[in-house]
């Protein structure tokens, strides 16, 4: 899922800075990907654009383009308040921030093994 | 020892505000990140910040609004702002230059590319303070000519003469006598009409200026 070799040279091929900004990332993940099914659920418009956009600009910086385009999927319909398939669409984006984060993880530790 | 200039990154998303403050750290700047926007012309007013990188979506408070806040006080020239959007943001970012942003970067940031704008508008931030410095320094070199050309000179001539004929109160005395205390008087009224500031620059020697009483 994420570009490897786009995701090194972001970080300037620190791993240190990334492993800081991945604890970030999966902080954030856990907290808005709440606060984002919550918004769905209490068809909370506003912040179901915020919460996918939050996510959205945390995720790009790890080069993981399918779930960026999930979360702009969502953001685009709390922008326009069309809940239509918004659970499904927030099942797919929560699965795939699962796999993205478990992906880094494993770059990590194999980029601090090598 | 040269003073790191300061930057204070604005951004409600940790991932993106710590990733910028981190990179320009390892670009001798002094960074500060801040989460909640609300908090920034606060800030801002008690930091002695020379940039703000500033994201446009946030809750509470958007970019743009504390972009117009800030623009209240500072000119882009004192304080250079630059915005940080995602590649969607078109109208955010037209706004947002209307209204005196200095630049922009999209999200995810290319830190390359963040660098060079920083250090871009560093440097024309840093320029406007030394021409203002210059100018400084040209207004304090005027004052001294002036002192010497207007008034040091003059009076000591004029108290010169005064000392030379004061113990002899003569007819033939008496006029110089005058014409030195009109002189001193004289010289009194221009350094009143310095004081008030009713003065005009005038060339006095080639790269030089002088402040003439008007």
């Known amino acids: 899922m994420i570009d490897k070799q786009k995701l090194l040279t972001h970080f300037d091929n620190d791993l240190e800075l990334l492993s800081e900004i991945f604890e970030e990332l999966r902080a954030l993940s856990k907290r808005n990907i709440n606060l984002l099914e919550k918004s769905i659920a209490d068809k909370n418009f506003e912040a179901i654009e915020r919460e996918a956009h939050t996510i959205k600009g945390a995720c790009s910086n790890f080069f993981a383009q399918k779930v960026t385009d999930a979360a702009f999927v969502i953001e685009e319909k709390g922008r326009s308040k069309k809940s239509d398939n918004l659970e499904n669409d927030f099942k797919v984006l929560n699965e795939l921030v699962i796999e993205l984060i478990s992906e880094v993880e494993l770059l990590i530790k194999g980029e601090n093994a090598a | ?214």
């Open chain 2, 1 to 214: 020892m040269k003073k790191k200039s300061k930057v204070l990154v604005v951004d409600d998303d940790m991932v993106n505000g710590k990733y910028l403050s981190k990179q320009l750290l390892k670009e001798d700047l002094e960074t500060e990140f801040l989460s909640d926007g609300t908090k920034c012309v606060e800030t801002v007013m008690s930091g002695d910040f020379d940039l703000v990188l500033l994201d446009v979506i946030m809750p509470n408070i958007t970019g743009v609004e504390i972009l117009r806040k800030l623009r209240e006080t500072y000119q882009p020239l004192e304080l250079p702002i630059i915005m940080v959007t995602a590649r969607d943001e078109t109208d955010d970012i037209v706004e947002a230059l209307n209204l005196g942003a200095n630049d922009y970067l999209t999200k995810p940031v290319n830190v390359q590319i963040a660098k060079a704008r920083v250090s871009n508008q560093l440097m024309i931030k840093n320029f406007y303070l030394s021409s203002i410095e210059k100018k400084k320094l040209e207004t304090l070199n005027a004052m001294i000519i002036t002192y010497n050309h207007e008034i040091n000179n003059p009076l000591a001539i004029a108290m010169g003469n005064l000392k030379e004929n004061k113990d002899d109160l003569s007819d033939k005395n008496y006029n110089k006598i005058r014409e030195a205390i009109e002189r001193i008087t004289d010289i009194v009224k221009k350094i009143d009409n310095i004081n008030q500031g009713t003065v005009e620059f005038e060339s006095y020697a080639e790269g030089s200026l002088m402040i003439k009483a008007k």
